[in-house]
């Protein structure tokens, strides 16, 4: 379980980063979003996430994720357009948006003053 709560963690924050690339905001460059991508995908937690977690659809995105992200052949605008490519899934949303409508219901909340 800890497993999956670090690759949709991964996952949510490799969305997030991908859309502060999207125009008109473009916020961060390309090679600045690819860096952060890497770091992302190349956190402790998640790193053992991948190698131990199970093969569920997160980590079979969040490994190809890393695949894309670590080929030398490819130039930044190329691997944020080949990530684009799945992350941009409307199934990867609903999963991603389903697992963390999960959680907040098991968090728990501050005492009412």
């Known amino acids: 379980m800890r497993h999956d709560w670090a690759i949709e963690r991964a996952l949510c924050d490799a969305q997030r980063l991908l859309r502060a690339n999207l125009p008109p905001r473009r916020s961060l460059p390309d090679d600045r979003t690819v860096a952060c991508l890497r770091a992302v995908v190349g956190q402790n937690d998640v790193v053992r996430a991948m190698r131990q977690g199970g093969d569920t659809a997160s980590a079979f995105v969040l490994r190809g994720m890393h695949r894309i992200l670590h080929n ?3 130039v930044p605008r190329a691997i944020i357009s080949r990530l684009w490519e799945f992350m941009d899934d409307p199934a990867l949303d609903q999963l991603l948006r389903s697992r963390r409508s999960g959680v907040t219901l098991e ?7």
Not at 107 to 113: E, F, N, S
Request: glycine share 0%; hydrophobic share 30%; net charge positive.
């Open 107 to 113: 968090r728990k909340l501050p005492p009412a003053l």
């Open 72 to 74: 030398p052949q490819y």
